[in-house]
């Protein structure tokens, strides 16, 4: 087991699985509020040999310097590649600090979040009446997936349950997937441009949506954001929003890049953390975190 735990900003890890931890180490200290700059992080881990983190705060080569005693580092959020973690894997492995994440862990609640928002608005749950005179179904809607991913998937496929028409857009295409739920494949320029929705579930910092791809998005168009962050350059979104007849949901405050465009009236997002923050989706990020820490232990011969 480990010396010492520190766990070094508030995990979305359920109550029962942040005690599990102290089985895996002699010692757990567990900071409920942001670390405020890197000092205060290598304040945090001090001596200890492992560390938890979630989305919210970095652990770069400054701080890795300075925590002398360091082997292990636990990302208690997702990790699809190395440049886009919140912490310099790279570095870390130069030091011979082995660095977890995980993944796929809040997708069905992303799902879920985009039903509910898409109906609301579709069918005017409100009386708003924004996308139509006439409440509508998403059987109405050609919609576009950018990115399929584990996420993308899951929004493709609950569309498709639905009855809109699926087209998607991915570096790579995915010919079991459109063969098993009869999604089409198009270049990007056509999913914008031909789509009434279209739906980013995109990995952390990938860009995609600038000038170009917001010109082509002309008419009545839905576009939603359940990346880790902007799918596109804020600036560019701006100019869009102009148009009343765009519309913008995202299921964070930091999907749309500039908090103040939620004060738009044609801009929607909720009131908690993500859409993916449901029970289910904490257990299940408990249990992986719990598994890379007894997965490292076998893989190091640690008892």
């Known amino acids: 087991m480990f010396n010492k735990l520190v766990i070094i900003e508030k995990i979305n890890m359920?109550?029962?699985d942040v005690i599990k931890l102290s089985t895996l180490a002699k010692k757990v200290v567990y900071y409920k509020d942001l670390p405020q700059n890197d000092d205060e992080i290598i304040k945090r881990i001090n001596d200890a040999d492992a560390a938890l983190l979630s989305y919210t705060s970095k652990i770069d080569s400054y701080v890795i310097d300075n925590c002398k005693n360091l082997k292990y580092i636990g990302m208690c959020c997702s990790l699809y590649s190395k440049e886009s973690a919140n912490v310099d894997i790279e570095y870390a492995e130069k030091k011979n600090i082995v660095v977890k994440g995980i993944r796929d862990y809040g997708d069905n609640g992303v799902a879920e979040y985009v039903i509910h928002e898409l109906t609301g608005f579709l069918e005017n749950y409100d009386g708003s009446f924004k996308w139509s005179e006439y409440p509508q179904e998403i059987s109405s809607l050609k919609c576009a997936v950018i990115g399929l991913g584990?996420?993308?998937?899951?929004?493709?496929?609950?569309?498709?349950?639905?009855?809109?028409?699926?087209?998607?857009?991915?570096?790579?295409?995915k010919e079991n997937l459109e063969k098993e739920y009869g999604f089409i494949y198009r270049p990007l320029d056509e999913c914008l441009k031909d789509s009434d929705a279209i739906f980013l579930a995109l990995n952390k910092n990938v860009l995609l949506l600038g000038e170009h791809e917001f010109k082509l998005m002309k008419g009545k168009k839905i576009l939603f954001n359940t990346s880790i962050g902007p799918g596109f350059e804020v600036e560019h979104l701006r100019n869009w929003l102009k148009d009343k007849n765009h519309y913008f949901f995202g299921d964070t405050l930091e999907t749309i890049g500039d908090i103040k465009l939620w004060d738009l009236d044609n801009t929607?997002?909720?009131?908690?953390?993500?859409?993916?923050?449901?029970?289910?989706?904490?257990?299940r990020l408990g249990e992986k975190v719990i598994d890379n820490i007894t997965a490292y232990f076998k893989e190091n011969l640690i008892k």
Do not use: C, H, M, P
């Not at 993308?152 to 570096?171: D, M, N, P, Q, W």
């Open 14 to 16: 359920l109550d029962d």
């Open 150 to 173: 584990t996420s993308g998937t899951l929004i493709a496929r609950t569309l498709k349950f639905f009855g809109a028409e699926v087209s998607y857009y991915s570096r790579t295409r």
């Open 268 to 283: 929607f997002t909720i009131s908690r953390s993500s859409g993916g923050s449901t029970f289910e989706a904490y257990k």
